[in-house]
Every structure is written in C-alpha cells, then in structure tokens.
C-alpha cells in the first residue's frame, strides 16, 4: 500500500479510574495493569489505522515514570508513529491526573509493534503514516534505529536459543 495516513485517523484516547483492586501493597497502581491498558490501547490505535485486527508483535520500551494512586484518572493517548509493510509502531502516553489537585504528570510512556492481520491469521499490508505533531516526527525519524535494534535483539534471542 502507498497510501499514507495522517497520525490523527489512529489517535486513541482512553480514561480510566485507578480503583483499589488495581494497586499494590503501597496504594500504586500495579505495573502489570498498566502494561495491559497500553497494550489494548496499541492494538485499538493500530486497527483504526489499518482497518484489520493485529496482534502484539513486540513491546519496544516501556518507561515508568512514575506512579498513580488510589482515585487517580489515568488518560492514555496511543497514535501510530511509523509503519512497515504489516507493521506499526505505536507510542503510548499514560498520564495521571489527581482531582482534587488537577495536577498532571506523565507516569509511563511506552512503544509496541504491532501486526496486521486477516481473516487466515496472516500479515497483511498497512497504509503508511504521515506524522503531525513535532513528537510525532521525532519519533517518525528514529522508526528505521528502533526496528534496526529489534532486529539484533531477535538474532541475539535466536543465538541464545541454539
């Protein structure tokens, strides 16, 4: 597919309510909960962008930066940043709001492939993506350094596994 898409046909905002069964013994929120909300997050970003259901191909990075608490809202934001034949990058943003205050303050952000697919299960083509924002195309112009890593990664996981 030569078409490319603007960012904003993937962009994905989700809200969610930091409630006690989703924390630990010290009140924050688990790490693994997290995971989950910005992995079904990627996967709802990807398939607006490729119109195909996906399927988690990897979780580049996750960075936590900090915690959210018991009554916190955490908004997650998920846009494709690049693509290739059937994959797509997705960055994630989850920031934590606390009410009373209005304070904000980003707590993990996170970048996965994942992979389109048909009705068989294959991979199937994407649309490319045409970044917007200035973090958009930042992100845009280190897609080809990224996938170049997960390349060594996997060759280095297929060495250790011999």
Same mark, same amino acid.
């Given at each position: 597919? +030569?078409?490319?898409?603007?960012?904003?046909? +993937?962009? /994905? *905002?989700? /809200?969610? =309510?930091? =409630?006690?069964?989703? /924390?630990?013994? =010290?009140? /924050? *929120?688990?790490?693994?909960?997290?995971? +989950?909300? *910005?992995?079904?997050?990627?996967? *709802?970003?990807?398939?607006?962008? +490729?119109k195909e259901v996906v399927v988690t191909a990897s979780i580049d990075t996750v960075n936590f930066l900090s915690s959210a608490k018991v009554g916190d809202v955490l908004h997650l934001e998920g846009v494709v940043i690049s693509t290739g034949r059937t994959s797509m990058e997705v960055y994630v943003k989850v920031e934590t709001e606390n009410l009373k205050s209005r304070e904000k303050t980003v707590t993990t952000t996170a970048i996965l492939t994942m992979v389109a697919v048909d009705q068989?299960?294959?991979?199937?083509?994407?649309?490319g993506v045409e970044p917007e924002s200035e973090e958009e195309k930042k992100l845009f112009q280190n897609a080809q350094s990224r996938k170049e890593r997960r390349v060594r990664i996997n060759e280095l996981s297929s060495e250790w596994r011999a």
């Open positions: 597919m +030569s078409e490319r898409l603007p960012a904003s046909v +993937s962009r /994905t *905002i989700q /809200t969610k =309510l930091v =409630l006690p069964p989703d /924390t630990n013994h =010290l009140g /924050t *929120i688990f790490g693994g909960t997290i995971l +989950s909300y *910005i992995d079904e997050i990627a996967a *709802i970003t990807a398939m607006k962008h +490729s068989h299960g294959k991979p199937t083509p994407v649309s």
